[in-house]
């Protein structure tokens, strides 16, 4: 049972790293042209995210939907404010820049056989560990 539900989420995974290859969102050019402003793609790429992510979660509210050990899924209402989504939509952005990948291409592009991108995944779960260490001294 666990092996089936496990490959059935590999599944989807790979579909997924197939789906954003060929929409070439692991492309450091792609990026590269987002970040200097020269072209429409990424940011539409992102838009239909944003729609997408945004007609998902109301479609879970309004189904009432549960997650895949049954439960029930919430959603809870976030703090309001602007100092914490500053600094870390700065790290997060400067971090995608220098590596020229986001966490989740970074996996694509290490399967699709750049070993350098463990050294950003290593990071990225170095970095997820500081911010544990340090979660209480920042600013939420």
């Not at 879970?60 to 914490?84: A, C, H, L, P, W």
């Not at 350098?116 to 939420?140: D, E, M, Q, W």
Request: glycine letters at 12%.
């Amino acid at each position: 049972m666990l092996l089936k539900r496990g490959f059935k989420y590999m599944m989807v995974g790979i579909l997924f790293g197939f789906v954003l290859t060929k929409a070439e969102v692991v492309s450091w050019y792609r990026i590269f042209e987002m970040f200097r402003f020269q072209a429409f793609h990424m940011y539409g790429v992102i838009g239909a995210a944003v729609v997408l992510g945004v007609l998902v979660v109301q479609l879970v509210k309004r189904k009432q939907m549960s997650d895949v050990r049954g439960e029930k899924i919430k959603f809870t209402d976030k703090r309001m404010g602007y100092k914490n989504y500053l600094l870390g939509g700065t790290i997060f952005g400067l971090g995608w820049a220098l590596t020229g990948a986001c966490p989740g291409p970074s996996y694509i592009l290490l399967g699709a056989g750049y070993p350098v991108f463990i050294v950003i995944i290593l990071s990225a779960v170095l970095g997820t560990f500081v911010y544990g260490l340090l979660r209480n001294k920042l600013p939420h």
